[in-house]
């Protein structure tokens, strides 16, 4: 009657638990598989996020500061314009005038040569404009700077100098102002560049704490279903232990006379055959 329940017996009537075993097995591995391919999703994406905010970073950085190195010329140079012409009007040698004209000449030049830089850069549509209403200030301003330079180098001074402090200067000032105001544009896109990037971390900070949750809680499923697959292996053990036991007691009971004494010879237990 015992045979009957031995594991091969069973597995001939079909029902097998190592298939239920197996089973398990497989259904553990998928689920840990797609937990860690959720994970590594989770982490690709934070690295690209980061990523991507160090790329935008870097770029917009080292754009406004060729904005701000280009206006800062510009500024510079409309200064010297305006300095060189007051040379102008202390000199009274000709040689002098002549070269100080040239200088003049050079500083048109390289403000022009920063503009076309400035203009190659990438402008949102408020730069432009601002940038437009800087070139009719500037150009204006231009053409009356060369014209009081040429009066100079002619010995009209008295008509040059009254050009110079009524129109000149005061339009030398627009044109600062103008360019200040481009600045403070640029200073503007700054600071909404700096929210972006808090945005990004943030964002990247949360996917992070994400992963790490995410693997926190994997450890800890794993290391259940580690100890469950444990104890279940040692019930097992321990159930098949009993029948390996029992089994052994039942031959023993067919073939065998057997009791049981103690130390006073009393018989504790006896088996059928023994009666």
Known sequence: MSADLKPSNMAANGFDLTRLFDLSKHQLVVAVLIIFLALAYVLYNGYSNVKNTYNSTIETIVEQQQKLHLLTDMANVARDRSLILLKMLAEDD??????LNQEFS????????NRQKLVALQLNDVEADLLAKQDLLAGRNQKLQTRIAELFLDGEREVAKKLLFEQAIPGQDSVLRQINLTIEEYNKKTLLFIDEVKNGF?????NFLLLGGLLLITGIVVIAVIMTRVSRKDERKLTQALSDLAEQKHALD???IVSITDLRGNINYANNRFC
């Open 94 to 99: 000709a040689f002098e005038l002549d070269e």
């Open 106 to 113: 050079k500083k048109a030049l390289s403000y022009i040569i």
């Open 202 to 206: 943030q964002s990247s900070s949360r």
């Open 254 to 256: 067919e073939h065998a």
